[in-house]
């Protein structure tokens, strides 16, 4: 069974140095205390955005005043509490920022240690932590006596209290032996610090240091010695909210007589930010101050105001309101007897295509805990579906209220676990079906062997997991365990930027925000030469507009000749876009009224057929459409009249469709058909344009002045728009 993670937590102390010599700095640099104030404040925001259950507190050594439980006579002096173990808040952050200041005096570190260890010994006695963490921010630069390090290192081991330093420089700084992978952490960090050679009293205190940790922890010890410029690039990115893991215990059923005890977690779902916006007064910031009240209203002069207790619930049914009350929205819905996970039957995994997953989470299915005959059953399910290559396909339902989905378990097994993974699967509704015509068949987009090689050196040298050295481990540049949600880091930012500065403008996006989706630079840094072959192989040219001569019989032929344009047949053959319908040719005689749009489809592309009279056909069974008056007819007319556009458009009878648009729009207005037309008005279908169709009159912005609001006619003003007496000349001579 795996092991599952809990929800961790600690109790952190951490540690700064406040001391004279940490504010020292040379001309334009930040001085030490600055830099370990900034650490500490990033650490402290991931704490809070992340709604951490750690609680921190603060210990100041070098300060001017003492205040611990161990300080007596000369004994840990200059050492102050400035905060006991709590959750971390806005406070501690201000605290940070703005209350700690430096101190005039220096003291040991040791002693700020022993402090710090007490502090948690006595303020978590009788509470339960999962760990106990010092973290302590110097420069070194104030003396230090070894007489109590064996001791110090005892207690440690003893309680099991960790710790971490935090440096301004690189813990190997002054030793080019230790620990390999330390040396070359801090070798990648070292050019970005200024060349100042360090103080005896600074190697006196790396060396305790090292020291301590190499003999705390002989492996890794030295890296938990970091800089603080390679800790801000490591906290740059804001923590995310940890969430204890929720089981869902229920049983797995297979027909009427087998039962298995299980229990799911959710192991991917989509973290949403928390609705936690709210209204204040903009100048009191209070939210008591501001009282929101909702009134209904009938929509007449008066604005009759209407109880809550007499208003209903409505559902937009067409141009229609169903009402629909709560009782009736209770008892519509899906009612099952209890929680569901069972096993509809069993399916070859190659059958379950990728693009059939869907829903808002990922499942993670173990057997019970403690039931050793649960888990026996389980276990010899998941290697069997493992073994034969099938997945299980199942009914689930979180409770009784919820609707019931259909998903996919497929066996995922691991060395330290097994389970099932369940994703939901789409039902019928939920599915889209496009056609696109086949590549293979066109000729023009077979590519060339050279093509297909260059393609495939490109991918290969985008490939994102790379092998190392060894030849046997593999290293992912671009993990998604690892990548943040950028949208969460900008919100974070600016919720702290205005929580401290709240007259300020935002800031601008942090660079490893922008960065954080970029490709990864040894990536870029290796395509560019397959780019380059097949930015050559593929050449891009500007193609024209083809203008086409035309001759007097072009421009004024009669639209409604018979026989659509041989290449535009050729073209839509190529398609295949009626292969179906063809079957069915012979049996359409006329525009029916079941499948009007289809059978007009098929009658224009019959030999010697005549458009104007297959679409006046059409026309007709719009005509019936609108008289009936129903939502269900409209969106029959609708349908109808996309189907006479898109046709009018490829077969060059654009005038008679146009013709028939402007009647429609009259024979609505004078009929009363508003709610018709504001469908059409939705759909956007309006007159066909000359920058559709080369047979049409009409500009983009004449179609779209088409479907505007009827203005009233102002009869003393002249007209300013000559165009549309250009307009009729040319259709008078088109007649």
């Known amino acids: 069974m795996i092991k599952l993670l809990k929800l961790i937590k600690a109790a952190i102390v951490l540690c700064l140095d406040v001391g004279f010599p940490m504010s020292n700095s040379a001309f334009g640099e930040e001085s030490s205390l600055e830099q370990a104030k900034k650490v500490m404040t990033k650490f402290v925001q991931r704490q809070v955005f992340a709604e951490s259950k750690d609680e921190v507190a603060v210990v100041l050594f070098g300060t001017g005043g003492t205040r611990n439980a161990l300080a007596s006579g000369d004994q840990y002096q200059n050492i102050t509490v400035h905060r006991s173990l709590m959750l971390p808040d806005f406070d501690l952050l201000e605290d940070i920022q703005d209350t700690i200041k430096p101190g005039s005096e220096q003291a040991d570190f040791l002693d700020a240690i022993i402090v710090c260890m007490d502090l948690l010994q006595n303020e978590t006695l009788g509470k339960k932590y999962e760990k106990r963490h010092i973290e302590l921010f110097t420069d070194l630069s104030s003396p230090v006596s070894e007489d109590q390090l064996e001791i110090i290192i005892a207690n440690l081991k003893k309680t099991g209290i960790s710790i971490q330093f935090f440096l301004p420089f690189p813990g190997d700084v002054d030793d080019g032996g230790g620990d390999t992978s330390a040396s070359e952490r801090s070798q990648m960090h070292r050019n970005s610090f200024p060349k100042k050679a360090l103080t005896e009293q600074q190697k006196e205190g790396i060396h305790v240091v090292r020291k301590l940790m190499h003999t705390l922890d002989e492996e890794g010890g030295l890296e938990e010695i970091y800089t603080f410029r390679e800790s801000l690039e490591r ?71 209407v109880q809550k207790d007499d208003t209903i619930q409505g559902f937009r049914y067409g141009s229609d309101i169903v009402p629909f009350s709560k009782e009736d929205e209770e008892q519509m819905k899906y009612k099952t007897e209890a929680k569901c996970f069972s096993v509809l039957g069993f399916s070859r995994s190659s059958q ?36 034969l290559k099938v997945v299980a396909i199942v009914r689930y339902a979180y409770d ?20 099932l993974i369940y994703v939901q699967l789409p039902y019928m509704e939920d599915l889209r079906q496009y056609l696109f015509s086949s590549l293979k068949n066109n000729k023009k987009c077979i590519p060339t062997a050279d093509q297909l090689s260059a393609v495939d050196s490109l991918i290969d040298s985008m490939n994102l997991v790379c092998e190392d050295d060894d ?28 929580a401290f500065h709240p007259n300020e403008p935002l800031p601008p996006i942090e660079q490893h925000i922008l960065e954080m989706l970029e490709m990864p630079r040894v990536v870029k840094e290796r395509c560019q030469a397959p780019l380059e072959k097949v930015k050559a192989l593929f050449p891009l040219r500007e193609v024209g507009k083809k203008k086409e001569e035309k001759t007097a ?68 069974r719009i005509d019936q459409f609108l008289e009936n008056k129903g939502s269900r007819y409209y969106m029959k007319g609708i349908n109808c009249i996309r189907v006479f556009r898109e046709e009018a458009i490829k077969l060059s009878k654009v005038q008679c469709f146009n013709d028939f648009l402007q009647a429609l729009k009259s024979k609505v207005e004078d009929k009363a058909l508003a709610d018709f037309w504001e469908i059409v008005i939705q759909d956007r279908i309006s007159l066909i344009t000359k920058d559709e169709a080369e047979g049409s009159l009409v500009t983009s912005e004449e179609a779209e002045k088409f479907l505007a609001p009827k203005e009233k006619k102002n009869e003393t003003l002249p007209p300013t728009d000559e165009g549309g007496d250009v307009d009729d000349l040319v259709s008078t001579i088109k007649t």
């Open 235 to 305: 906290l740059s990115m804001f923590k995310k909210i940890e969430r204890r893991p929720m089981a869902w215990p229920c049983q797995l059923t297979i027909g009427s007589n087998l039962s298995i005890r299980i229990v799911a977690y959710k192991s991917v779902t989509e973290e949403k930010v928390k609705k936690i916006w709210t209204v204040v007064d903009a100048k009191t910031l209070r939210k008591d101050d501001v009282q929101k009240e909702t009134v209904y209203c009938l929509n007449d002069d008066d604005e009759t105001e």
């Open 400 to 419: 009784r209220r919820c609707n019931p989905q259909v998903g996919v378990a497929f066996p995922y097994i691991k060395d330290a676990y097994e389970c």
């Open 553 to 620: 019989q072009d421009i004024f032929k009669d639209n409604s000749e018979d026989g659509p344009k041989p290449k535009k047949l050729k073209i839509e053959d190529e398609e295949g876009s009626f292969s179906i319908m063809k079957l069915a040719e012979g049996n359409v005689t006329s525009v029916g009224s079941v499948n009007p749009g289809e059978d007009f489809r098929i009658l224009v592309r019959q030999k010697n057929a005549d458009f104007k009279d297959v679409s006046q056909q059409l026309i007709n």
């Open 471 to 498: 030849g046997e481990t593999f290293e992912d540049l671009f993990k998604p365990s690892k990548i943040p949600n950028p949208h969460f880091q900008r919100l974070y930012q600016c919720l702290q930027h205005k």
């Open 352 to 387: 379950i295509q990728r693009h059939y997953y869907m829903g808002n989470q990922v499942l993670k299915v173990f057997a019970a805990k403690d039931d050793e005959n649960a888990a026996v059953a389980f276990s010899a399910l998941v290697h069997a579906l493992d073994e």
